[in-house]
T-cell receptor
Framework: AQTVTQSQPEMSVQEAETVTLSCTYD???????LFWYKQPPSRQMILVIR??????QNATENRFSVNFQKAAKSFSLKISDSQLGDAAMYFC?????????????FGTGTLLAVQP | DTGVSQDPRHKITKRGQNVTFRCDPI?????LYWYRQTLGQGPEFLTY????????KSRLLSDRFSAERPKGSFSTLEIQRTEQGDSAMYLC???????????FGSGTRLTVV
């Protein structure tokens, strides 16, 4: 079974600085997708960034980028120029490329605080 | 696109009572998922619908839980004889078959007292 591990329960960053959130996963599959989701206090989960395992190039979305190390099964999220609105719980998630369900498997999350 | 709607937002119930939650997915999304999220944890998969067919159920979904999606539109999740351990946030998500993006609702927070 696939598992996702986030070893940082809480992180803090100064506004305008850069922070990296860690995520490791375990799978025997070769075709899969990885996601970072943001869950603000309003609780609605929002997609931050997505990475396809077959792509070697790291995904980037504006201030958000990932460091995808397939051999190490590592998928970290870098937030540049942190803003107060980035404060939230961040979840790393895994999805199989095959199969019928394509359910997401989540880590336990990292609570990010942004200090003004 | 009005997003995924969940109702109610909050529910407080006494132990032993039955509760039902509703999820209205985005209209063109044929795939619907239910997740449960307890405090300090990530969401855990409960069940999946493709159109009206329930194709997968997690072992977390005990006999007291039942989910339906009549006509492949809205879905309901019912918990019978609630227990304190059922207290959690219940999240619904939907997506189109050809799309990677899952849209989540704001969830229903259940408190069993």
């Amino acid at each position: 079974a696939q598992t996702v591990t986030q070893s940082q329960p809480e992180m803090s960053v100064q506004e305008a600085e850069t922070v990296t959130l860690s995520c490791t996963y375990d799978t025997s599959e070769s075709d899969y997708y990885l996601f970072w989701y943001k869950q603000p206090p309003s609780r609605q989960m929002i997609l931050v960034i997505r990475q396809e395992a077959y792509k070697q190039q790291n995904a980037t979305e504006n201030r958000f980028s990932v460091n995808f190390q397939k051999a190490a099964k590592s998928f970290s999220l870098k937030i540049s120029d942190s803003q107060l609105g980035d404060a939230a719980m961040y979840f790393c998630a895994y999805r199989s490329g095959g199969g019928a369900t394509n359910k997401l498997i989540f880590g336990t999350g990292t609570l990010l605080a942004v200090q003004p | 696109d009005t997003g995924v709607s969940q109702d109610p937002r909050h529910k407080i119930t006494k132990r032993g009572q039955n509760v039902t939650f509703r999820c209205d997915p985005i209209s063109e999304h044929n795939r619907l998922y239910w997740y449960r999220q307890t405090l300090g944890q990530g969401p855990e998969f409960l069940t999946y619908f493709q159109n009206e067919a329930q194709l997968e159920k997690s072992r977390l979904l005990s006999d007291r839980f039942s989910a339906e999606r009549p006509k492949g539109s809205f879905s309901t999740l019912e918990i019978q004889r609630t227990e304190q351990g059922d207290s959690a946030m219940y999240l619904c998500a939907s997506r189109r078959q050809d799309n990677y993006g899952y849209t989540f609702g704001s969830g229903t927070r259940l408190t069993v007292v």
